[in-house]
Nanobody
Framework: QVRLVESGGGLVQAGGSLRVSCAASGLRRFSNYDMAWFRQAPGKKREFVALIGWSGRVTTYADSVKGRFTISGDNAKNTVYLQMNNLKPEDTAVYYC???????????????WGQGTQVTVSS
């Protein structure tokens, strides 16, 4: 059974930083999967945030977070991270981790999802 468990969300002031983590279990081989972060604010569609390819060498970011967020992975720990710096109130959302054998920036590409972690940025 595949499980993705996010942690590390919370409340932070604008300009602050947070790191969210996603621990994966049950994937046949973690390093074979593309891992991504999406987010969903109240009343809005789930949107792509960042992706790290299965090789660990390719990363992709939404324009809205480029230069502020960094995605990384640790294959030894089956964990992917999202470091978020210079946070803005518009970054407030539930952040979801997702895994796919081959995924891009479309949520429908992803087979496995975590339960989400709330990130709230106050102004």
């Amino acid at each position: 059974q595949v499980r993705l468990v996010e942690s590390g969300g919370g409340l932070v002031q604008a300009g602050g930083s947070l790191r969210v983590s996603c621990a994966a279990s049950g994937l046949r081989r973690f390093s074979n999967y593309d891992m991504a972060w999406f987010r969903q604010a109240p009343g809005k569609k789930r949107e792509f945030v960042a992706l790290i390819g299965w090789s660990g060498r390719v990363t992709t970011y939404a324009d809205s977070v480029k230069g502020r967020f960094t995605i990384s992975g640790d294959n030894a720990k089956n964990t992917v991270y999202l470091q978020m710096n210079n946070l803005k109130p518009e970054d407030t959302a539930v952040y979801y981790c997702a895994a796919a054998y081959r995924g891009r920036d479309d949520p429908s590409d992803y087979n496995y999802w975590g339960q989400g972690t709330q990130v709230t940025v106050s102004s």
